[in-house]
């Protein structure tokens, strides 16, 4: 069993995610005291998290054989990164799960500062005043809109901006220009195009890069009147010079929604009239806590059961040497691995990893998380990102990538062949926009299945009634299919990849490989 802790409230979902695993041992402990908190963590394999807990060295202290902290959101100011990758923890957030409540409220801010909303509420309302002529605003169509950062956030943003007749404009230099271009979005490389929109608002991470990466310079070069947004990160806007451009008038209204110090109820900020405030309300909406829950407790199973690591903050690569994206596929390369090592049983003799497409400048980092998948059913956590090409060499595993241009409908293609004393074993997947990974190919089948859950890998001889006899089988047994995907080839053979709710006992696998026209059957949990 593996045990997951919960340390901080999520949405039920996630809580009933988590407790209807059968190999997974799950304690809420959201209600204690940090203090007693801490006397709990002994024996956790991974713990989710929020805000409200500091993962600090006294938290870390406390824990013993940690593979994991879930941090469900986005921001892991409170984590100290560098303390957990010393003892081996990975950390992981959840950046996509509140993103339509992120679009929704840049949209409601870039509303506000155009209409003033909040002054004729409150002088109708409060001041019981009716008068039209104080609340002349303008309109966004033909107005450009300058974004910066054009990532999950900040692309949608672009596209409702479209629906209002807006002209858009994104700056981000580590996208495909066609990422905006195909969405009817100017693209540019040159910081200084955005600054003379109307209206600027901004989505990119905090980093070295970004932090004050709009300040008095960039100020003076925008358009009097200019409307600023910021629902990110604190800190993207220098506060002070924002201040000054606003109590001048050069900035005509601002819409922030984060703060470069937060709780922020002392900022000068507030002090000013031009300006419309929330308290880093980005992600609260009860659809993206929802989504959050399930994306952190999907992501503390991955990494429990060792199947991967999705949206880690310190694995062993320079991330500043991968484009947007790459991540995802360095998750996928562990799941092929996980995948194909539980699949195909017997001694491994030989792995190979063969690349298509822009990802093969990386094969080095995509193979160290193969391997990682391929080892870590034998070796669970003696296995690493570190060590694994080493223990695979001291157990005679033979070692091998190919790379080649693409030879398939797919921009990028993995496919990794799993070669054991019993048989081989090949599975070929990729990754869609927004990180969406699937598994496209098992041996010569063609599927399109995202790799998580418990999963039954059937193949048999392509004859009749054959889907039939196994869904009675797991109906009998009460076993609840949740996917059903299936491929066919030239050899008159069927395999069908079935995802199910239960864990399957032995006895139902023996019946299902009692059906006449079964080749085989494999169990495999990611």
């Known amino acids: 069993m593996h045990k997951i802790i919960v340390c901080d409230h999520i949405h039920q979902k996630g809580l009933d995610l988590l407790a209807q695993q059968d190999d997974i041992e799950m304690e809420n402990l959201a209600h204690l005291s940090k203090d007693e908190l801490l006397t709990h963590l ?23 054989d ?21 003892k081996g923890i990975v950390v992981m957030n959840v950046p996509t799960a509140n993103t339509i409540a992120a679009v929704e409220l840049t949209m409601t801010h870039i509303l506000n500062a155009v209409r003033n909303l909040p002054g004729a509420d409150t002088q109708l309302r409060l001041e019981r005043k009716w008068k039209r002529e104080d609340w002349y605003g303008t309109e966004l169509k033909g107005k450009k809109l300058g974004i910066i950062g054009f990532g999950n956030i900040g692309s949608r943003v672009g596209i409702r901006a479209k629906a209002f007749e807006m002209e858009v404009i994104a700056y981000d230099p580590y996208i495909f220009a066609s990422k905006a271009t195909n969405l009817g979005i100017t693209y540019t490389q040159n910081l200084e195009d955005i600054l003379k929109c109307d209206i600027i608002t901004i989505h990119t ?15 003076a070069q925008m358009k009097d009147g200019v409307i600023l947004i910021n629902c990110a990160r604190g800190g993207l806007y220098n506060e002070n010079d924002l201040y000054a451009a606003l109590k001048s008038g050069k900035v005509r209204w601002a819409g922030i929604d984060v703060f470069s110090k937060e709780p922020s109820t002392d900022s000068q900020l507030l002090e000013l009239e031009n300006i419309y405030v929330t308290p880093h309300i980005g992600a609260n909406t009860l659809e993206s806590q929802e989504q959050i829950a399930l994306q952190a407790a999907q992501a503390a199973l991955e990494a429990a059961r060792g199947a991967g690591f999705p949206n880690a903050l310190n694995l062993p690569v320079k991330e500043s040497e991968l484009p947007k994206g790459t991540k995802a596929y360095l998750e996928l390369s562990q799941k092929l691995g ?9 001694v491994i003799t030989a792995l190979n990893l063969s690349l298509e497409g822009e990802i093969t400048q990386y094969a080095d980092s995509l193979m160290a998380f193969a391997l990682v998948g391929v080892l870590k059913s034998s070796l669970g956590e003696k296995i690493n990102y570190i060590n694994a090409q080493f223990i695979a060499k001291e157990r005679g595993i033979e070692i091998s990538t190919n790379t080649k241009e693409n030879s398939t409908a797919y921009k990028n293609l993995i496919t990794i062949t799993l070669i054991t004393d019993k048989e081989s074993l090949s599975a070929s997947g990729t990754v869609f926009e927004e990180n969406i990974v699937r598994f496209t190919n098992i041996n010569g089948f063609n599927v399109d299945i995202a790799p998580k859950g418990k999963m039954i890998l059937f ?3 392509d004859i009749p009634g054959v889907i039939g006899n196994v869904g009675n089988i797991l109906a009998k047994h009460n076993i609840n299919i949740a996917d059903f995907r299936l491929g066919r080839n030239a050899h008159k053979e069927a395999l069908a990849l079935i995802i199910i709710d239960n864990q399957i006992s032995e006895a139902t696998i023996k019946e299902l490989e009692n059906i006449p026209a079964c080749i085989s059957i494999r169990n495999v949990t990611i």
């Open 42 to 64: 002994k024996k956790a394999d991974v713990i989710i998290t929020r805000s409200s807990t500091n993962v600090d060295g006294k938290l870390l202290a406390a824990v013993g």
């Open 66 to 86: 940690l593979k994991a902290i879930i941090r469900a959101g986005v921001g892991v100011d409170n984590i100290d990164i560098d303390g957990c990758s010393r």
């Open 205 to 219: 991470p905090k980093n070295e890069e970004t932090k004050n990466i709009i300040a008095a310079k960039e100020i």
């Open 459 to 461: 193949k048999n001889t």
């Open 338 to 346: 996980f995948f194909c090592a539980q699949a195909n049983k017997g």
